[in-house]
Nanobody, 123 residues
């Protein structure tokens, strides 16, 4: 089984930046993509971004497009999420996930999840 650990969350002011990291304990060669999701209290977990393994194609939710960048280092089994121009609406627990097939924007597609890292953006 794959074990994922997120890091890099914190408290920032609106307009600030954070870089999240997702480190995997082992290879995930069977997955098509790795994703980032976020969940605010009382709300459903929602898709943020994903990157494919073979082509490193990137995908973003409309709410973060142009502000967030996802990239990966396959040699280190690490995926990053660079978050710029942060807004209070971005406040949530951010989770990385792996093991998805082609439906990598869907929560139910991912069998492996990290514990999450808190991101709080103040006004």
């Amino acid at each position: 089984q794959v074990h994922l650990v997120e890091s890099g969350g914190g408290l920032v002011q609106a307009g600030g930046s954070l870089r999240l990291s997702c480190a995997a304990s082992g290879p995930t060669f069977g997955s098509a993509a790795t994703g980032w999701f976020r969940q605010a209290p009382g709300k459903d977990r929602e898709f943020v971004s994903a990157i494919t393994r073979s082509f490193r194609s990137t995908y973003y939710a409309d709410s973060v497009k142009g502000r967030f960048t996802i990239f990966r280092d396959n040699a280190k089994n690490t995926v990053y999420l660079q978050m710029n121009s942060l807004k209070p609406e971005d406040t949530a627990v951010y989770y990385c996930a792996d093991g998805a097939g082609v439906r990598f924007t869907t929560v139910d597609e991912y069998p492996y999840w990290g514990q999450g890292t808190q991101v709080t953006v103040s006004s």
